[in-house]
């Protein structure tokens, strides 16, 4: 089980999970072994715990999903879990069809609805070596926080340079980025994730897409981390790691972003 750590002085809390330490990291595997091990494809499924939740078809725990839910194996928090977002190995949201990612967002809406009586719900997905991901097959993940742990996590930024924008929401690079080329897309209405009807999840999938597949275009080795901020006033924050924190960040919390948010943006919006 996860131990919370509190620190009597700040407030601020950790989270030892030393399961962690036992992750496979396929970054440092060759290549020809990465499809052949890797837990998240087809006819692995008896490597994974088994699954909490499949959208497709076949039996439970046998090939015929189109995306799998199954319990995080090294667990940060007791409740914690991995949405393998499609079979294939290898193809990122862009490269998926926007049903497919129409299908993921709905799995997100799913897990948050079945958590959301049990703690503060997260979801997050990291993707290439930079981002924290130990397996390459694209996934995201879920996690539970006790209510009684307050999340240093930012507050909706204030909307500015636009990126583009449809009924429901607004792609921005906000004044406030902490990571180059940083992007926010926000609900135009306030709700809890797990509302989302699925007219706004269909106009959502394909903003999803285009800001990773604009990021993939300027960065073409792209490792990037996303969330979704849990709670009413719910944003999705998209963090390119294109640079690394180094000494005067770690010593002084502060943010050096080295792309003018402004700039970002005009770039975003080319077609």
Known sequence: MARYVPDIHTHRWIVLA???????????EEPVAKKTVCPFCYGHEDMTPPESLRWGDGEPNKPGWLVRVVPNKFAITDVHEVIIHSPDHTKDLPDLSTQQVELILKVYRERYKHYAQEGQVLLFCNYGKESGASLIHPHSQLVVIP???K???LSR??????VEENTHFTVYCPDFSQWPYEVWITPKKDYVFDQITDEQLYDLAPILQGVIKKLHEKFPDLAYNYYIHPGSEWYLRVMP????????EL???LAVNIA???EAATFLRQK
């Open 157 to 162: 930024e204030p909307v500015r340079n636009v």
């Open 251 to 253: 010593g002084t919390g």
């Open 260 to 262: 003018d948010p402004t």
């Open 241 to 248: 790691r294109t640079v690394i924190r180094a000494g005067f």
């Open 18 to 28: 030393p399961v962690r330490s036992q992750r496979p990291d396929e970054e440092k």
């Open 151 to 153: 999340l240093d996590t």
């Open 147 to 149: 209510r009684q742990i």
